[in-house]
T-cell receptor
Framework: NAGVTQTPKFQVLKTGQSMTLQCAQD?????MSWYRQDPGMGLRLIHY???????DQGEVPNGYNVSRSTTEDFPLRLLSAAPSQTSVYFC???????????????FGPGTRLTVT | AQSVTQLGSHVSVSEGALVLLRCNYS??????LFWYVQYPNQGLQLLLK????ATLVKGINGFEAEFKKSETSFHLTKPSAHMSDAAEYFC?????????????WGAGTKLIIKP
């Protein structure tokens, strides 16, 4: 099993550009999520999905879109990049514990994004 | 409202000394609690978790944590630090929010090991 994979590992964008961060998992997990990690702030939830076709907003969703057309894939789109979106982005997946959401999460290696 | 508090953004211990990383949580229902470790330039990896049952849980790499309901704490310990333990450690609590459970994360504690 590859687990959770993310591409790219590094990306530099100019302000106003758009891009998609890719995330895939091969563990048949229903629950997937995107976090951003900034120094001293832990992990903040951007968007999550409890299954194919279902997505919802987390704590910091502004400026980001997601979709979940398959169980395996959960891409994150930056619509118009801003310097405030400079961060490390992690995708994670989990079994959906008794239909009630996240259990222990498995993380990808992260994407380090810089917006200039 | 803050749900997870990790005391100390940095903790420094000597190699061979006791490691103690503190985590306090707030939850109105019995919580699920997690400790994750992040090595430099890597993703997060589960160290251990508490769901129900025995309040002292053992994890990987010799770490353990004790759930103390009366103190709303879930502190992480290791009897003897090793250089390879240098990493950032995150505590998380599962909470029910907006019709689903989510993990709420502490700000993290960087563990520094002195030779």
């Amino acid at each position: 099993n590859a687990g959770v994979t993310q591409t790219p590992k590094f990306q530099v964008l100019k302000t106003g550009q758009s891009m998609t961060l890719q995330c895939a998992q091969d563990m048949n997990h229903e629950y997937m999520s995107w976090y951003r990690q900034d120094p001293g702030m832990g992990l903040r939830l951007i968007h999550y999905s409890v299954g194919a076709g279902i997505t919802d907003q987390g704590e910091v969703p502004n400026g980001y879109n997601v979709s979940r057309s398959t169980t395996e894939d959960f891409p994150l789109r930056l619509l118009s990049a801003a310097p405030s979106q400079t961060s490390v982005y992690f995708c994670a997946s989990s079994f959906r514990d008794r239909g009630q959401g996240v259990y222990e999460q498995y993380f990808g290696p992260g994407t380090r994004l810089t917006v200039t | 409202a803050q749900s997870v508090t990790q005391l100390g953004s940095h903790v420094s211990v000597s190699e061979g000394a006791l490691v103690l990383l503190r985590c306090n949580y707030s939850s109105s229902v019995p919580p699920y609690l997690f400790w994750y470790v992040q090595y430099p330039n890597q993703g997060l990896q589960l160290l251990l978790k508490y769901t129900t049952g025995a309040t002292l849980v053992k994890g990987i790499n010799g770490f353990e944590a004790e759930f103390k309901k009366s103190e709303t704490s879930f502190h992480l310990t290791k009897p003897s630090a090793h250089m390879s333990d240098a990493a950032e450690y995150f505590c998380a609590v599962r909470k029910f929010m907006d019709s689903n459970y989510q993990l709420i994360w502490g700000a993290g504690t960087k563990l520094i090991i002195k030779p």
